[in-house]
């Protein structure tokens, strides 16, 4: 199984989520001091994101849900975390290299597969208790209609007193296992070049919707 077929499920239920809503992008704010606020601000961001969602280019919606997007997530240690095992003998350049690519793919998956996001799409948040080394599990679902709904399941950990999103567990398929499944399969056969590159191939490819 590939990452991008991990993009989720979204594809399928970002679709079945509309009911056709208005949102002003200028209203989005995002709290992160608690678990729970941090993934009610990444629903709030997608759905403001799907205003005018018919004419809205993926470009727009990029531009909406990136600030959201970079502060819910802990963005650079998924990135850190997925090429563990050879993270140490990157060079500084090729590091930031990376996590930038990393980082604008990620938000552009966001913009290109939760298109359509109606205000009352998301079930409620259930916060857990902090396990042994201090991270939360939160819980949700997207409905879809006629359709059972989709889990979630978001590991938080705390950095400076934010709380920001290491893994997105979808249906019980690790999104964070996917990811370093095939960058250690791209990154063995063509090393970090090879890498950034597929990221960048992918990313032109969500661009183009």
Do not use: C
């Not at 056709?20 to 941090?38: F, Q």
């Not at 290299?97 to 604008?104: D, K, N, S, V």
């Not at 999104?175 to 399969?185: I, P, S, V």
Request: hydrophobic share 45%; no cysteine.
């Amino acid at each position: 199984m590939t990452n991008r077929r991990a993009l989720f499920l979204y594809a399928a239920l970002a679709a079945s989520a509309f009911v056709g809503w208005r949102a002003a992008a200028d209203d989005v704010a995002v709290s992160t001091n608690t678990p729970s606020a941090t993934i009610a601000s990444l629903q709030q961001a997608l759905i403001a994101a799907s205003r005018d969602a018919a004419e809205a280019t993926v470009e727009a919606r990029y531009r909406v849900l990136e600030p959201s997007i970079v502060a819910t997530h802990n963005l650079p240690y998924v990135a850190e975390f997925a090429l563990r095992r050879q993270w140490a003998s990157l060079a500084e350049d090729e590091k930031q290299r990376f996590i930038a690519a990393f980082q604008r793919l990620s938000v552009m998956t966001y913009a290109a597969r939760f298109r359509n996001v109606a205000p009352d799409a998301f079930r409620p948040i259930e916060a857990g208790q902090p396990d042994a080394s201090g991270r939360v599990q939160v819980t949700t679902a997207i409905k879809r209609e006629g359709q059972p709904d989709v889990s979630f399941q978001y590991l938080m950990q705390q950095d400076g007193g934010n709380w920001t999103i290491i893994n997105i567990v979808a249906d019980g398929v690790s999104d964070l296992a996917l990811k370093r499944a095939e960058y250690q399969r791209l990154f063995a056969s063509g090393g970090i070049s090879a890498l950034i590159a597929e990221l960048e191939q992918q990313i032109q490819r969500l661009e183009r919707g």
